[in-house]
Each structure stands twice: as C-alpha cells, then as structure tokens.
C-alpha cells in the first residue's frame, strides 16, 4: 500500500500548482508546486529528525492557522512517521503569537514566502531561518508503515491506512479557516485525486469569485 509520505512523489505532474495561498489583506499569492511543496516537505523533514529528534514515536501540534505552511507541516510529521496531534505533543508549531509549551518550540512569523520573523522569537526556533538550510531530500531511516498513527486530534486516532481511504477530490479553493484533522483530509484527497488546494483568507465574496474563476476551482 501507497504511505501517505509517498504521495507527493506520485503526483504525475509535479510542476503544476499544489498548494495556492492568497491573503487579500495584504495582496500576498504565494503559488507552490507538487515539485516546490516536495522540497519545503524534504527540508522540513530533515529539520524535524535532525535538529529536534523526530522519529516514529514523536508527537507534533500544528498551532497554525490553514495557511499553506500548515499543510506543509502535515505532510513533513507524516514524512518521519510523526503523529499529528493536538495534546501530549513533544513538538509544538505555533504562529507568530508564540503560544506553545511543548519540549521543543519552533515558531513560523507566516510573513511571504516563509519569512523569517523580524525580531528572534524569544524561547522559539524561527522556521524561517532554521528550515531552509536544510537538504532538499529527505530519506527515512524507517518509514511509516500502514498501522503507524498519522493524527490523534479531538479525541480520534487514525492511522495512514485510515487517511488513504479518503475520496480523491480536484481542484478546491478553501475559503473558511478550519481545524487540521479537516486540512489533513483535503490535502490527502487533493494528493489521491491529481487535484490541488487554493487557500483564500481575509476576502470578500466577491474577491472569492474572482479567484474561484482565475483559478479555476470549485469552492468548498
């Protein structure tokens, strides 16, 4: 059986758009291919294992919001065979409110392109001067089998097998925040369908349309 750390490599046209990010408050677009989205996933992979220990039995919390470094970050804790979880975590991600108190905090500034934050977070790793000197591949030393936990969040265990009898889904734009067990799901169905995820935040509904239509995407 495909893991759910082997979708990425099967998408068959990596250089089409994976993951599309608009903040219409600040007029980012932050557009990342399956090939780009791959090579953040190795980075962040080699981070986890070779700075903060990650491995098999590690637990991670995705504070962030759904922002395509959270669906970056899913991927990555599935990659080394790390849980998704949202209590008990050794791992905590939290946004630039710098809210965790996990073993290991690391903090993303969610300023363009994986930005580092303009002030050192004090107390936090910044990923965005940790991650991106890091390897573009990423090999597991033992990867997540079938039975190996991909997310414990809200009080339901599933395992990578559960994850991978998720409907393949198309082209979707994501207009309302949601939880991560949600955006685990869609990034799964995205991978299995051939399809792709547009992120909209702080938009209007007219500026919905509009990107629903330059985009091409069925609105969720």
Same mark, same amino acid.
């Given at each position: 059986?495909?893991?759910?750390?082997?979708?990425?490599?099967?998408?068959?046209?990596?250089?089409?758009?994976?993951?599309?990010?608009?903040?219409?408050?600040?007029?980012?677009?932050?557009?990342?291919?399956?090939?780009?989205?791959?090579?953040?996933?190795?980075?962040?992979?080699?981070?986890?294992?070779?700075?903060?220990? @990650?491995?098999?039995?590690?637990?991670?919390?995705?504070?962030?919001?759904?922002?395509?470094?959270?669906? /970056?970050?899913?991927?990555?804790?599935?990659?080394?065979?790390?849980?998704? /979880?949202?209590?008990?975590?050794?791992?905590?991600?939290?946004?630039?409110?710098?809210?965790?108190?996990?073993?290991?905090? /690391?903090?993303?500034?969610?300023?363009?392109?994986?930005?580092?934050?303009?002030?050192?977070?004090?107390?936090?790793?910044?990923?965005?001067?940790?991650?991106?000197?890091?390897?573009?591949?990423?090999?597991?030393?033992?990867?997540?089998?079938?039975?190996?936990?991909?997310?414990?969040?809200?009080? /339901?265990?599933?395992?990578?097998?559960?994850?991978?009898?998720?409907?393949?889904?198309?082209?979707?734009?994501?207009?309302?925040?949601?939880?991560?067990?949600?955006?685990?799901?869609?990034?799964?169905? @995205?991978?299995?369908?051939?399809?792709?995820?547009?992120?909209?935040?702080?938009?209007?509904?007219?500026?919905?349309?509009?990107?629903?239509?330059?985009?091409?995407?069925?609105?969720?």
């Amino acid at each position: 059986m495909k893991g759910l750390s082997q979708l990425l490599a099967g998408v068959p046209d990596a250089s089409l758009p994976l993951l599309t990010y608009y903040d219409q408050s600040t007029g980012e677009r932050v557009e990342l291919s399956a090939t780009t989205t791959a090579n953040w996933v190795a980075k962040t992979s080699n981070f986890l294992v070779d700075d903060l220990d @990650a491995d098999g039995s590690t637990r991670i919390r995705i504070g962030l919001p759904t922002h395509w470094l959270r669906f /970056v970050w899913i991927l990555s804790a599935w990659n080394v065979g790390a849980a998704v /979880v949202d209590s008990s975590a050794d791992i905590g991600l939290s946004g630039p409110e710098l809210e965790a108190d996990e073993r290991h905090k /690391v903090a993303a500034s969610l300023r363009p392109l994986g930005g580092r934050f303009i002030t050192e977070p004090s107390g936090f790793l910044d990923i965005g001067a940790e991650v991106p000197g890091h390897g573009d591949h990423f090999f597991a030393m033992d990867p997540p089998g079938p039975d190996t936990v991909a997310i414990e969040l809200g009080g /339901v265990v599933r395992t990578h097998a559960d994850l991978l009898s998720t409907p393949p889904d198309g082209r979707r734009i994501i207009v309302e925040p949601g939880t991560v067990e949600r955006d685990a799901g869609l990034i799964v169905a @995205a991978l299995l369908g051939g399809g792709s995820l547009v992120i909209v935040t702080s938009a209007t509904s007219a500026d919905i349309a509009r990107v629903a239509e330059q985009e091409s995407a069925q609105i969720s």
